[in-house]
């Protein structure tokens, strides 16, 4: 599906409910933990289709910078406005994915059924959502005994079964081999063709040149760039990311 | 008085022979102390449920109370029991003095902040994993806490136990608003007091096993329940 067909289908779903939740605009952006700032004036805006790689060396602040977006922190100063909604208006119409998955203690299909039921949404698709990551097989298994790779496959389909307008992901496929990683970078893509806007934070050079749209890029808790990444990846303009892209350590 | 051997030869053909005055009493404490577990569960869980998930003024001294009375001593419930279910006390009128509800509701009380103080620590822990994931689902919090107790049910299993451990074993609070009455509110514990200060050892021997053999059997049952759970990561 081109962007186009993205953003019509965005459209709809915006003319069906509530006021779309794109664009988004972040200005001035700080966190401050004490001392510290680990985030220092962030300024963004992000258009209402495609796929958004944040990426950076540890400690740029990339996983904070999601969990503000999504609603889950409070920044200590700045504003994030997703279509002039508060981040925290803006959480229930949008989905996290956790770089390890917190799974409940119960089968597969009992975790997809809880988030279902909590949101008060019809089960009857269940089934076919397990189907579409692979975990038809295992539905009544327990959750918690499934290797890395499924379990980040059962957690992406939870987020998916809210049917979210935005996917965060925070480094799900670390620590996955390559099977598990191209498994959940082809889910992620259906979801982004079907006009889910993804944001998603990795570390991994190869899966940001296959899925990005555009690269943000962090460093010591600034956007060092923000560009289409047909631009970041053959000419990053910051020196930081010009290191970081060549393996060279970035403190 | 009977010597140790006898009696013990005594109270295994005792138990051995169905004896029906010892069914009775077994039955009474059963059905007391499992009912006041019963209710403890129903009232201490979603205390401790709504304490481990809350974050209010106070919380630090809410704590300190629930785990102080853990400790709380049989007899001082059974006093405190006794003074509002005698005739004179403020819910004398129902006259529930001297009847297996009025251990039911010593053991209650005896019980419930055990299952509340516990169950708190359980879910706290388990809240600890799964708050930033139910934060993100936008939960409420009546299905943060359903989750976090269907979820703890393995362990929160172990708490019921401790509580009704507790209950069955203890004697202080069932004496006093229970009165020990022949076939009316004797159970196991004050029956083997009454028999061991009359020098029945046989009887005192015999229910003291079958206790035993009950704390056993139910620690075991839910050990092995425990297990399985654990086979599937459930717990």
Same mark, same amino acid.
Request: glycine share 8%; with cysteine.
């Given at each position: 599906?081109?962007?186009?067909?993205?953003?019509?289908?965005?459209?709809?779903?915006?003319?069906?409910?509530?006021?779309?939740?794109?664009?988004?605009?972040?200005?001035?952006?700080?966190?401050?933990?004490?001392?510290?700032?680990?985030?220092?004036?962030?300024?963004?805006?992000?258009?209402?289709?495609?796929?958004?790689?944040?990426?950076?060396?540890?400690?740029?602040?990339?996983?904070?910078?999601?969990?503000?977006?999504?609603?889950?922190? !409070?920044?200590? *100063?700045?504003?994030?406005? =997703?279509?002039?909604?508060?981040?925290?208006?803006?959480?229930?119409?949008?989905?996290?994915?956790?770089?390890?998955?917190?799974?409940? %203690?119960?089968?597969?299909?009992?975790?997809?059924?809880?988030?279902?039921?909590?949101?008060?949404?019809?089960?009857?698709?269940?089934?076919?959502?397990?189907?579409?990551?692979?975990?038809?097989?295992?539905?009544?298994?327990?959750?918690?005994?499934?290797?890395?790779?499924?379990? !980040?496959?059962?957690?992406?389909?939870?987020?998916?079964?809210?049917?979210?307008?935005?996917?965060?992901?925070? +480094?799900?496929?670390? *620590?996955?081999?390559?099977?598990?990683?191209?498994?959940?970078?082809?889910?992620?893509? +259906?979801?982004?063709?079907?006009?889910?806007?993804?944001?998603?934070?990795?570390?991994?050079?190869?899966?940001?040149?296959? @899925?990005?749209?555009?690269?943000?890029?962090?460093?010591?808790?600034?956007?060092?760039?923000?560009?289409?990444?047909?631009?970041?990846?053959?000419?990053?303009?910051?020196?930081?990311?010009?290191?970081?892209?060549?393996?060279?350590?970035?403190? | 008085? !009977?010597? $140790?051997?006898?009696?013990?030869?005594?109270?295994?053909?005792?138990?051995?022979?169905?004896?029906?005055?010892?069914?009775?009493?077994?039955?009474?404490?059963?059905?007391?102390?499992?009912?006041?577990?019963?209710?403890?569960?129903?009232?201490?869980?979603?205390?401790?449920?709504?304490?481990? $998930?809350?974050?209010? =003024?106070?919380?630090?001294?809410?704590? &300190?109370? @629930?785990?102080?009375?853990?400790?709380?001593?049989?007899?001082?419930?059974?006093?405190?029991?006794?003074?509002?279910?005698?005739?004179?006390?403020?819910?004398?009128?129902?006259?529930?003095?001297?009847?297996?509800?009025?251990? $039911?509701?010593?053991?209650?009380?005896?019980?419930?902040?055990?299952?509340?103080?516990?169950?708190?620590?359980?879910?706290?822990?388990?809240?600890?994993?799964?708050?930033?994931?139910?934060?993100?689902?936008?939960?409420?919090?009546?299905?943060? $806490?359903?989750?976090?107790? =269907?979820?703890?049910?393995? *362990?929160?299993?172990?708490?019921?136990?401790?509580?009704?451990?507790?209950?069955?074993?203890?004697?202080?609070?069932?004496?006093?608003?229970?009165?020990?009455?022949?076939?009316?509110? %004797?159970?196991?514990?004050?029956? &083997?007091?009454?028999?061991?200060?009359?020098?029945?050892?046989?009887?005192?021997?015999?229910?003291?096993?079958?206790?035993?053999?009950?704390?056993?059997?139910?620690?075991?049952?839910?050990?092995?329940?425990?297990?399985?759970?654990?086979?599937?990561?459930?717990?």
């Amino acid at each position: 599906m081109s962007d186009a067909t993205a953003l019509m289908h965005l459209q709809t779903r915006a003319a069906t409910g509530h006021a779309p939740l794109l664009p988004l605009k972040v200005r001035d952006l700080v966190l401050r933990f004490g001392e510290a700032t680990v985030l220092d004036g962030l300024n963004l805006d992000l258009g209402p289709t495609g796929c958004t790689m944040i990426m950076g060396p540890n400690g740029s602040g990339k996983s904070l910078l999601l969990k503000l977006l999504h609603g889950l922190m !409070q920044p200590s *100063s700045g504003r994030i406005e =997703w279509g002039g909604d508060a981040p925290e208006q803006a959480t229930a119409r949008q989905a996290l994915v956790f770089q390890k998955p917190v799974l409940l %203690r119960r089968s597969v299909a009992a975790n997809i059924d809880f988030v279902l039921k909590a949101r008060a949404k019809d089960t009857g698709g269940l089934d076919a959502l397990l189907e579409h990551v692979g975990l038809a097989h295992k539905a009544r298994q327990p959750a918690r005994l499934l290797s890395g790779g499924e379990a !980040q496959r059962l957690a992406l389909a939870r987020a998916l079964a809210t049917d979210p307008e935005v996917l965060f992901l925070d +480094e799900p496929t670390a *620590s996955l081999d390559p099977a598990s990683v191209l498994a959940i970078e082809e889910i992620v893509n +259906e979801a982004r063709a079907r006009g889910v806007r993804i944001i998603f934070v990795t570390h991994d050079i190869g899966q940001a040149r296959r @899925m990005a749209d555009d690269v943000v890029f962090l460093h010591r808790g600034r956007i060092a760039e923000h560009c289409a990444a047909a631009e970041f990846f053959p000419e990053p303009r910051s020196a930081a990311a010009r290191d970081y892209l060549n393996g060279r350590i970035v403190v | 008085m !009977q010597s $140790i051997g006898e009696a013990f030869g005594l109270a295994i053909a005792l138990v051995l022979s169905g004896d029906a005055d010892l069914i009775e009493i077994v039955l009474l404490s059963l059905r007391v102390s499992l009912t006041a577990t019963a209710l403890a569960c129903v009232i201490g869980l979603p205390i401790g449920a709504l304490v481990a $998930i809350g974050r209010f =003024w106070g919380r630090s001294a809410v704590l &300190i109370v @629930m785990n102080a009375l853990m400790g709380l001593p049989p007899v001082v419930v059974g006093l405190l029991v006794y003074l509002y279910l005698s005739r004179s006390g403020p819910l004398g009128f129902l006259g529930l003095l001297y009847t297996p509800t009025a251990m $039911i509701i010593a053991q209650t009380i005896l019980i419930t902040p055990i299952v509340a103080a516990l169950s708190r620590q359980v879910l706290e822990d388990l809240h600890a994993e799964y708050a930033e994931q139910f934060r993100s689902l936008c939960l409420t919090r009546l299905q943060t $806490i359903q989750a976090l107790l =269907w979820d703890a049910r393995y *362990s929160l299993l172990t708490v019921g136990l401790a509580g009704f451990g507790r209950a069955v074993a203890e004697v202080g609070a069932v004496i006093i608003v229970g009165g020990n009455i022949d076939h009316l509110t %004797r159970v196991m514990t004050t029956a &083997i007091a009454l028999e061991t200060s009359k020098g029945d050892l046989a009887l005192a021997l015999a229910l003291g096993i079958v206790l035993l053999v009950i704390a056993l059997g139910v620690n075991a049952a839910v050990q092995s329940v425990r297990m399985t759970a654990a086979r599937q990561a459930y717990v």
